[in-house]
C-alpha cells in the first residue's frame, strides 16, 4: 500500500501542480491517474515534497500507532530524541520535554547527539590512522542514500560508520534490560529506513510533528508542566554532539577528538549544493587531508521536513548552539562499541535511450524542432529532453507539458468555432477581438470579411466598431451574469444573440444566429415547442380532459410531431428552402 512507504502522497488532495516534480532532487516522482506518485525504490527520502506541496498531499508515515502497541503491551521503550529538539520546542527545559515523553508511556528518554559524539571520535579515530585524501560523513542517511543510488563513484569516500542514530541504539542496547525496544523521534523523514540501512533493532522513527500531535490527542502540553532537576536524559546528558543539527557542528566535534592538525574542513548542506560540490570529486587529487561534512536540508536537520516549528535559520541555529555544552568528556564510557558500517544500497541503472526514441518522444508533445524545446519547465523537469526520457521511462505524461496542451486546446477550440454554423467571437475586456469564425464576419457585412480574409480571427480589431450591439459585450463584462437568447435586427438579419462571460470581467465570448437562415429558423421553431410543452404542461393537462384523453397521450403525440419535425431537418441536412 502506498501509506505504508516512508514518504508517500494522498492521490485525492494532490492538485496535479507537479511542484513536487520540480523540487525533487532525484525525480523521484512518477504521475500516475494523473496524480504525483512517489517512487519509492527511487526516493532518497529527503522529504523536500513534503516541505513544498502546496495541498498537503505528500505525507511522511506516522509511526505512531506503532509506538503505542508497543507501549501499550507493557514493552520497555526508550526514547532516542533528536539533538534539534532545541529549535523545535523553544524555551522549553529538557525535564519538562522528559516529564511529558514519559508520561505518554516511554521508560526512558535519551539524547541521539550521544551516539553523535561516537561517531566523531569514531571519524576522528580513522583520519588519525588513515592515509586516505578525502573522508565524506555519513552522519546523513539521505546523503548516504542518494550517493550510493546516483553517484556510487563517491562511496569510496565515505566514512564506513553508522549514523548517530545507529550509534545510539548499539549504546543503549548494551546497557538496557533484554528485549528493550528503541523508537527515535526528530525532523528527520529518512530515519525510517535507518533499521534497512544499519539493521538495527529500532521500532519505528517519529517526526517532530507526529510527537506535537500525541501530546495534543493525550492532552499533555510539556510547557504546562513543571521543570523537574531529577528528570534527566538517560543515562546521561549529552554534550557537542548536540551541535550535529546544525552545519558544522559533526565539524566540530571531530576537530575536539582529531590529533592531526593539517587536516582540511568543509561543510555542504543542501542536496543541491551538494551536488554542486561533488561534481569532480572523483579527479581532485590534494595533498593533504580533507574531510567533507554533507548535510541534505539546507542549513541542517534544524530544517528538516519533520519540524513544525518555522523559524528562521538564523535563531534555530542559535537555540541550539546557545543550550549545547560544547565539551568533550573522554571518560564517558562510548568508545568500546563497533560502530562500522556495511551499507548495500544498489545504485540505480537509468534507461539509455538513442536520439532517434527521444526526438520520437518530444514530437510526441509536439515538438518536432529544437526551437519548439521551450525548456520551460513547468511539467517539473530542468528541460524537454529531460522529460522525453521521463515518458520514456514511464515517469511522465504527456499531459504535464504546458506548451503543448495549450496549443492543443487552441487547436481544439479554434477547429470547434471555425466548424460552428453560427457566428461566435471572444474579445476582452478592452473591447479587443481575441478571436472570431467567418461566420461572424459575414453577418456584419463584405467589408468586414474582407478583412477576415486579410486576417483570420480579427485578432486586435475594436468589436464596438463592428458590432453596433457592443454594449451587450459591455454590460456581461461589468456584472459577470449571461445574457442569453436576445433577439434584433441588424440590416437584413434577425439575429439571436447569447453573450456570455469566459473569465469574469475579463474576457467574454458570444453566439450570434441569423434566425432568417433557414436551418436556424428550424432549430429556433424545434426549440420554442420544447418550451411550449415544457412551460404549458397544465395547458396541456387540460386539452386532454375535454378530449378525454390522458395528459401523457397528448405529451407523446405533440412529442411525436416534435421528433418528426426534427427529423425533416436532419434529413435536409441544414438546407431547407420551404416556408415554415
Known amino acids: 500500500m502506498n501509506e505504508l512507504k516512508p514518504i508517500y502522497t494522498k492521490k485525492a488532495d494532490c492538485q496535479d501542480c507537479y511542484k513536487c516534480v520540480r523540487e525533487c532532487p532525484v525525480k523521484a516522482i512518477k504521475i500516475e491517474d494523473n496524480s504525483a506518485c512517489i517512487v519509492d525504490e527511487l526516493c532518497i527520502h529527503c522529504g523536500k515534497c513534503v516541505l513544498v506541496c502546496p495541498s498537503g498531499a505528500k505525507k511522511i508515515r506516522n509511526d505512531v500507532a506503532k509506538v503505542r502497541q508497543a507501549i501499550d503491551m507493557g514493552r520497555n521503550v526508550i526514547l532516542s530524541v533528536a539533538p534539534s529538539w532545541r529549535a523545535e520546542f523553544v524555551q522549553l527545559h529538557s525535564s519538562q520535554l522528559i516529564s511529558a515523553i514519559k508520561k505518554l508511556g516511554f521508560s526512558q528518554v535519551s539524547e541521539t547527539a550521544i551516539g553523535a559524539q561516537m561517531v566523531s571520535k569514531g571519524v576522528a579515530d580513522l583520519i588519525d590512522s588513515s592515509d586516505n585524501k578525502i573522508f565524506l560523513s555519513t552522519a546523513c542517511p539521505t546523503v548516504v542514500e542518494m550517493m550510493y543510488k546516483y553517484y556510487p563513484k563517491f562511496v569510496a569516500y565515505f566514512t564506513p560508520l553508522v549514523s ?7 549504546y543503549l542496547a548494551s546497557i538496557s534490560a533484554p528485549n528493550t525496544q528503541f523508537a527515535f523521534v526528530g525532523p528527520c523523514a529518512a530515519k525510517k529506513i535507518e533499521f534497512d540501512l544499519f539493521n538495527e533493532n529500532i521500532l519505528a522513527a517519529l517526526t517532530f510533528e507526529n510527537l506535537h500531535k500525541w501530546f495534543e490527542e ?25 551541535l550535529y543539527p546544525i552545519d558544522g557542528g559533526m565539524i566540530s566535534g571531530i576537530k575536539g577528538r582529531l590529533q592531526k592538525q593539517n587536516v582540511e574542513f568543509m561543510c555542504f548542506s543542501g542536496i543541491k549544493a551538494i551536488i554542486a560540490a561533488m561534481g569532480d570529486l572523483d579527479k581532485f587529487s590534494p595533498n593533504r587531508q580533507i574531510f567533507i561534512e554533507l548535510l541534505a536540508c539546507g542549513g541542517g536537520c534544524v530544517n528538516g521536513p519533520g519540524m513544525r516549528h518555522k523559524e528562521s535559520t538564523v535563531l534555530k541555529r542559535d537555540n541550539v548552539y546557545s543550550n549545547v555544552v560544547n565539551t568533550i568528556d573522554f ?13 548495500q544500497i544498489k545504485p540505480i541503472i537509468s534507461g539509455v535511450y538513442s536520439e532517434p526514441m527521444i526526438r520520437s518522444a518530444l514530437q510526441r508533445v509536439g515538438k518536432s524542432s529544437l526551437k519548439d524545446e521551450l525548456n520551460c519547465g513547468s511539467c517539473g523537469y530542468d528541460s524537454c529532453r529531460d522529460f522525453a526520457v521521463a515518458l520514456l521511462n514511464g515517469k511522465a505524461m504527456e499531459n504535464m507539458c504546458a506548451s503543448y496542451m495549450r496549443k492543443l486546446a487552441s487547436k481544439k477550440a ?31 457585412g463584405s467589408e468586414i470579411e474582407m478583412i477576415f480574409e486579410a486576417t483570420p480571427g480579427l485578432e486586435g480589431a475594436m468589436l464596438n466598431k463592428i458590432v453596433p450591439f457592443y454594449k451587450l459585450f459591455q454590460k456581461v463584462l461589468v456584472t459577470g451574469e449571461d445574457l442569453v437568447d436576445s433577439e434584433m435586427d441588424y440590416n437584413n438579419h434577425r439575429l439571436n444573440i447569447s453573450v456570455f462571460s469566459i473569465e469574469r470581467n475579463q474576457v467574454v465570448g458570444a453566439v450570434i444566429q441569423d434566425i432568417r437562415v433557414p436551418h436556424v429558423r428550424r432549430e429556433q421553431v424545434v426549440k420554442r415547442v420544447e418550451e411550449v410543452i415544457k412551460l404549458n404542461l397544465e395547458t396541456v393537462q387540460k386539452i386532454a380532459y375535454l378530449l378525454g384523453e ?27 428552402t420551404e416556408n415554415i
Open 164 to 170: 548517530p542514530l545507529a550509534a545510539h541504539v548499539k
Open 218 to 242: 493525550s492532552n499533555i502540553d510539556p510547557y504546562a508542566l513543571d521543570p523537574d532537576s531529577s528528570e534527566t536524559f538517560y543515562p546521561f546528558d549529552s554534550s557537542d554532539g548536540g
Open 331 to 343: 571518560d564517558k564510557p562510548l568508545y568500546g562499541i563497533n560502530i562500522g558500517a556495511e551499507i
Open 414 to 444: 479554434n477547429a470547434l468555432i471555425k466548424a460552428m454554423p453560427a457566428g461566435v467571437v471572444i474579445a476582452d475586456s478592452a473591447m479587443r477581438i481575441i478571436e472570431c469564425n467567418k461566420h461572424f464576419a459575414s453577418i456584419f
Open 550 to 576: 390522458n395528459a401523457s397521450e397528448t405529451e407523446i403525440r405533440l412529442n411525436n410531431v416534435l421528433e418528426a419535425f426534427k427529423e425533416t431537418a436532419e434529413v435536409d441536412n441544414g438546407v431547407h
